[in-house]
């Protein structure tokens, strides 16, 4: 193979070796969205009971409050009844005191009732779009979990395909550069490859020699004076040069 081939080459690899990357990534991160759906899932559903929690908190105070409303009213009766028949001013007097601390009680109920209601409400209109959160993160979980396997099956073959024609490129590279090759991209995966942006390594910024770049510019093969990543020419800048 000649170096001119071997330039144009290592532009197919690298976009391989992403490629290659990626999948792996996309297969390795299905069982983490699945895990994520789920979790979003559970929230929806701790949050709709929490709501469901501070309505029946204040439904039960509101109903303490009214049975405290109707202790105090059966009191005050009674108390009226026993200040009506007060044999002394002064124990009318207490008495009056009592029915006034029994009637400010129940309006400090009745306003109290009044706020619970208020919040009640607010709770409830809630309600609607929490349950809606829940339908939605059902239906997201579900659907993944049915199309996991066939997703998963797809981006296996994506990725055994690319493999197969990594494989074939690699046994391309001209045997002269085979060792700086497999050196290089053993360690670096698809970062042991960039393309030339003017006359700098694209990945390091690196300017190159006047050499170097023209070898990169004859699709030979190069490597970057500073990182050591093999160059080449991007096929916009190839066409370019013709």
């Known amino acids: 193979m ?4 071997a330039g144009r080459l290592f532009r197919r690899i690298h976009h391989l070796r992403c490629r290659e990357r990626d999948l ?9 969205q699945s895990a994520s759906l789920k979790a979003r899932l559970e929230k929806a559903k701790a949050t709709r009971a929490e709501a469901g929690e501070q309505i029946k908190t204040r439904q039960v105070s509101h109903r303490a409050k009214e049975s405290a409303i109707k202790a105090s009213t059966a009191q ?5 009844e026993q200040r009506d028949g007060a044999s002394s001013q002064n124990d009318f007097d207490a008495l009056e005191r009592e029915i006034a601390h029994a009637k400010a009680q129940i309006a400090s109920n009745e306003d109290e009732i009044l706020l619970l209601l208020d919040e009640i409400d607010a709770w409830t209109a809630k309600l609607p779009d929490l349950d809606a959160a829940i339908t939605k993160a059902e239906g997201e979980s579900t659907n993944f979990d049915r199309e996991q396997p066939q997703r998963t ?5 994506s990725l055994d395909e690319v493999r197969k024609e990594l494989a074939e490129r690699d046994r391309e590279v001209p045997p002269e550069h085979q060792s700086a090759y497999k050196r290089v991209v053993s360690g670096r995966g698809p970062d042991a490859l960039s393309h030339l942006d003017g006359t700098s390594c694209a990945s390091c910024g690196t300017e190159q020699t006047a050499s170097d770049v023209s070898r990169v510019r004859r699709l030979a093969f190069a490597t970057c ?11 916009k800048d190839e066409k370019e040069l013709d």
């Open 153 to 157: 099956k797809d981006l296996q073959e």
């Open 2 to 5: 000649s170096e001119t081939i």
């Open 225 to 235: 004076t500073e990182c050591g990543c093999i160059l080449y020419l991007t096929e």
């Open 24 to 32: 792996a990534a996309a297969i390795a991160g299905l069982p983490r």
């Open 76 to 80: 005050i009766r009674k108390l009226s």
